[in-house]
């Protein structure tokens, strides 16, 4: 059962460009998180999302980042006009149920960097 | 509301015994432990859930206060491949998570 994937694992974009993350989930996980980390910091929660729908997305900033987890294909981070400030690993990670009494997997991340 | 972690580092050697701490200013449902190397994703450890449940590697060992909303994860002789950075998640329901900011482990020869 291959692990929770990201791509691309490494990702450049200059000021006001448009930053797409995917995220494919272990197969029969239906319940995707993304993490934000920032160099020698913790994760930080941004949004939970179940197929098709958003749970919660407190963790995320209102404007220029919007998640989805469509019916078929990978989960989505879209961060739209990046600035420096967006620069930071993100991770996703899956669970087969909600999280609270349940492992969640992490995948690999993918490094953004903002030039 | 991010749990808080303590030590924020920890330096031993080999075979020395560590704990870190974690506690919550709200009542929890569950406390998660995972470790992170540096560059890599972080890796479960274990889960405490609220009542007494616990899920986890063999040679992890972890507490839950329920009282005190508070968890301890123990590391005995520790080895060096025990280095990185231990994080605890809290989850109040069964959603979410929130981690702490980390505990740093160093392991030397």
């Known amino acids: 059962n291959a692990g929770v994937m990201q791509n691309p694992r490494h990702l450049v974009r200059r000021r006001g460009q448009e930053a797409r993350l995917r995220c494919s989930p272990m197969?029969?996980?239906?319940?995707v998180y993304w993490y934000r980390q920032l160099p020698e910091e913790g994760l930080k929660f941004m949004v939970y999302l179940q197929k098709e729908n958003i749970i919660d997305e407190s963790g995320m900033p209102k404007e220029r980042f919007s998640a989805e987890f469509p019916k078929e294909g990978p989960s989505i981070l879209r961060i739209q006009q990046v600035v420096r400030g967006d620069s930071a690993a993100y991770f996703c990670?899956?669970?087969?149920?909600?999280?609270?009494?349940?492992?969640?997997?992490f995948g690999p991340g993918t490094r953004l960097t903002v030039l | 509301q991010q749990p808080v972690q303590s030590p924020q580092a920890v330096i031993l050697r080999e075979g020395e015994d560590a704990v870190i701490n974690c506690s919550s200013s709200?009542?929890?449902?569950?406390v998660h432990w995972y470790r992170q190397k540096h560059g890599e994703a972080p890796v479960f450890l274990m889960i405490?859930?609220?009542?007494?449940e616990q899920k986890g590697h063999e040679k992890i060992s972890a507490s839950f206060n329920e009282k005190k909303q508070q968890s301890s994860l123990y590391l005995t002789a520790s080895q060096l491949s025990y280095s990185g950075t231990y994080f605890c998640?809290?989850?109040?329901?069964?959603?979410?998570?929130?981690f702490g900011t980390g505990t740093r482990l160093q392991v030397f020869p």
């Open positions: 990670a899956s669970s087969p149920h909600p999280p609270g009494g349940f492992e969640q997997f």
């Open positions: 405490l859930l609220k009542g007494g």
């Open positions: 998640g809290t989850a109040y329901n069964t959603d979410k998570l929130i």
């Open positions: 197969k029969g996980h239906s319940h």
């Open positions: 709200k009542a929890l449902y569950s």
